[in-house]
């Protein structure tokens, strides 16, 4: 990857789009290839499950997933065999007694992810994939060819449907990948994936100065719809909005990775002239949370189970607000069991007019990030692949109290090594450009009212 992404970025933007669709196609083949069209298929299917269905099937792949962890990864056995649990009683757990399971926490997966967190029994094709570690406690999740077309099945019938698109149509993204090199404003600022017809736009370079080439995106490739990180979207199309820009309409926008606000999604539909839906699941992949043609949240209880749990691990009462734990059903590599996300939301008890007996989340209570801005006007709020592949970072907040300044407070395991902070101001300034850059090393990171960590905060208002 690293010899992929060196070659990538000395090359002319001809060749970047062709290297673009080469990878396309290759994640097109693991997406969408193999047992993709019959779990689509029965994900479709299930969507017509009746509560007590759904409950079944739930307890079954419960099941299934604890019998396979006892027998085939050293982490559970450990830690099953420390509570005397045995197979019978693990065979005896269901869904109204997930209490006599052990928790898994973020720092467990970092510490063991890669190692006895591990099956010993493995799906073909499976690779670890890096999570975005946007507060650091950076993960490695591992990723089978089968677990990734049984999730994406779920995408696209639960996400992408729902919405009413599919994979066929051409869309546009906004993601952390970085397909324009550095941080120089040289035009354009997208890359074509011919495969699946997907224009990626670059998170980092959205300025009033770059409004224009953005647009010039949406004649060109005729985008149906486009997704991606929700802050990001909403700047964009707030951009055009500003700027008098008339986008053709599209037919929905899918957001995710931040919390979408009623401004946000306002701003995002008078841009675009649509309805823009909103999702939720973290690149774990163990649980997943979709809105629906009427505009509500619902679980996909075949992703996994979602427990909402108070500050003393009881679960919450309907219109509370509970700290998420998943188990999920789709990962038998590397499998995460009562695994505390990081996320709170609250349960809301109604039945939607979809019709689908699909539990219903009133509020998914994520983290709205602070804009950081740069010297030449460009707006950005994800800092995340500044920590990727920093296994010492275990916590990071991004803080700017000046357009010349950015501050990086970093909790590590030890101290930094010079080359790792040498990386870390690298990858900054290739998203900013020329900027003074301060690291400090502390011994922990404050928390907020709701016990998470604000990743990037800024005190310059626009």
């Given at each position: 990857?690293?010899?992929?992404?060196?070659?990538?970025?000395?090359?002319?933007?001809?060749?970047?789009?062709?290297?673009?669709?080469?990878?396309?196609?290759?994640?097109?083949?693991?997406?969408?290839?193999?047992?993709?069209?019959?779990?689509?298929?029965?994900?479709?299917?299930?969507?017509?499950?009746?509560?007590?269905?759904?409950?079944?099937?739930?307890?079954?792949?419960?099941?299934?997933?604890?019998?396979?962890?006892?027998?085939?990864?050293?982490?559970?056995?450990?830690?099953?065999?420390?509570?005397?649990?045995?197979?019978?009683?693990?065979?005896?757990?269901?869904?109204?007694?997930?209490?006599?399971?052990?928790?898994?926490?973020?720092?467990?997966?970092?510490?063991?992810?890669?190692?006895?967190?591990?099956?010993?029994?493995?799906?073909?094709?499976?690779?670890?994939?890096?999570?975005s570690g946007s507060t650091g406690t950076p993960i490695q999740v591992c990723y089978s060819n089968n677990m990734h077309q049984r999730w994406f099945a779920l995408n696209e019938a639960r996400i992408k449907n729902w919405a009413g698109v599919n994979k066929e149509m051409s869309r546009g993204?906004?993601?952390?990948?970085?397909?324009?090199?550095?941080?120089?404003?040289?035009?354009?600022?997208?890359?074509?994936n011919f495969f699946e017809k997907q224009v990626y736009f670059s998170a980092y370079h959205i300025s009033p100065v770059n409004i224009n080439n953005y647009a010039k995106?949406?004649?060109?490739?005729?985008?149906?719809?486009?997704?991606?990180?929700?802050?990001?979207?909403?700047?964009?199309?707030?951009?055009?909005?500003?700027?008098?820009?008339?986008?053709?309409?599209?037919?929905?926008?899918?957001t995710s990775s931040e919390k979408l606000t009623p401004t946000m999604r306002e701003t995002i539909s008078k841009a675009y002239n649509c309805k823009v839906f909103d999702a939720w699941s973290g690149m774990e992949y163990c649980s997943l949370i979709s809105e629906c043609e009427h505009g509500n949240l619902h679980i996909s209880p075949d992703a996994g189970i979602i427990e909402l749990l108070d500050n003393n691990l009881q679960p919450v009462k309907v219109g509370e607000i509970g700290n998420v734990y998943c188990t999920g059903f789709l990962n038998f590599d590397q499998p995460l069991i009562r695994y505390k996300i990081g996320d709170q939301m609250i349960l809301r008890n109604t039945t939607c007019g979809c019709g689908r007996s699909m539990p219903v989340i009133d509020e998914i209570i994520g983290r709205v990030e602070d804009v950081v801005y740069g010297k030449d006007g460009r707006e950005m709020v994800r800092f995340h692949g500044i920590f990727v592949g920093l296994k010492t970072v275990k916590l990071a907040q991004v803080i700017q109290n000046s357009l010349n300044e950015i501050t990086i407070k970093l909790v590590p395991d030890k101290a930094l090594a010079d080359d790792e902070k040498e990386l870390i101001i690298k990858r900054v300034k290739s998203q900013l450009g020329d900027i003074d850059i301060i690291i400090e090393e502390v011994m922990d990171i404050p928390k907020t009212a709701n016990g998470k960590i604000k990743a990037v905060i800024s005190t310059i208002k626009k």
């Open positions: 990857m690293a010899l992929y992404n060196n070659i990538y970025n000395l090359s002319p933007v001809w060749l970047q789009n062709v290297l673009v669709s080469a990878y396309g196609y290759n994640w097109k083949k693991k997406r969408y290839g193999g047992i993709f069209n019959k779990e689509y298929t029965a994900a479709k299917q299930r969507e017509n499950f009746t509560i007590q269905q759904w409950h079944n099937y739930q307890n079954e792949q419960l099941t299934k997933i604890l019998l396979h962890a006892y027998n085939n990864v050293p982490y559970y056995k450990n830690k099953f065999t420390k509570l005397g649990l045995t197979i019978t009683d693990l065979k005896q757990v269901n869904i109204d007694t997930l209490d006599k399971l052990p928790f898994l926490l973020k720092e467990d997966v970092r510490q063991f992810g890669t190692t006895i967190l591990m099956s010993n029994s493995r799906e073909e094709g499976g690779s670890f994939f890096a999570s993204m906004i993601g952390g990948r970085r397909v324009v090199p550095d941080a120089d404003n040289n035009p354009p600022f997208y890359r074509y995106a949406f004649n060109k490739y005729s985008i149906d719809y486009m997704t991606g990180y929700a802050m990001s979207n909403y700047i964009l199309a707030r951009m055009f909005l500003e700027n008098n820009i008339q986008i053709p309409p599209l037919k929905a926008v899918l």
